[in-house]
């Protein structure tokens, strides 16, 4: 089948997509595309990314992969979803080749392709076109039922939540500083911030924020989520959605107490279990949340393949 190529989708396009997804989601017990493109494909951005589309004889979307080509130091990603039902047919070699072409006609010298859920067919498919395994991400998950440790504020510390018109550029300044070497959290600007503020989950109530009793200046943070609720086929589960603290603010055990501190705002909302995506590589952050009673619910994994 031709794959099509688009630079926008249309209200009924970006639909389609989204139907897709949940369709592949509920099958793979995996949702096929992180948070960064179900916003890009749902709200578009300055730039356009690739659209590559692959559909059945009836007009129906079999097949669908975003492919993001602006980042400049990491080079072009990939995600890429392909109806249950239609699987097996090459169509994700199709869209894997179409999304290698696309890279490379925008000048990206590699292409990352992730594979949520860390299926071994998407793993074979991606070793199979020349891709080498890059990256590891974990979900982990923890029961808001077990006792969590006492993890006290340090002295002169208070905690209060975000206020909108209020915190967001000094929130945008401490996640540069906090994730200056993360590849992909320190580079979000004031408009990145405010889209998430704009959609439905969005809690001001839970996105707690650590700040010095005298000066009032921003040390820290913990921003959580909830999924699920609405028109969500599962029961709703909380997310430490982000961990912040200032670099000059480390060292006072302020990261251990903002993750408490948002867990039992969750819990406090009636919720059962808390969830997180950690890197592989962050040690650190793996032993934190290890130590809060977290274990790993499941892994996505991002391949690179030089241009």
Known sequence: MKVIQLDRLDSAQVAAVLDLASQAGDTDGAYPFSEHVVLHIRHGGEQAAVH???????GSLAGYAHVDTTDEVEGAAAELV????????????????AAIDAAGAAGSRSL????HGDHPSAGALAVELGFTRARVLFQMRRSLFAPLPERELPP?????????GRDEQDWVRVNARAFAHHPDQGRWTIDDLRIRMAEPWFDPAGFLLAVDADTGALLGFHWTKVHGQGAHQHDPIGEVYVVGVDPDAQGRKLGGALTVAGLRHLRGAGLDQAMLYVDESNTAAFRLYTGLGFAVWSTDVSYRRSQ
């Open 52 to 58: 590559l589309l692959v559909r059945d004889p009836d």
């Open 82 to 97: 392909v109806h249950p039902l239609r699987r097996r047919h090459g169509l994700g070699r199709d869209l894997v080749n």
């Open 112 to 115: 990352r392709l992730w594979a």
């Open 156 to 164: 002169g510390v208070t905690l209060r939540a975000f206020e909108p």
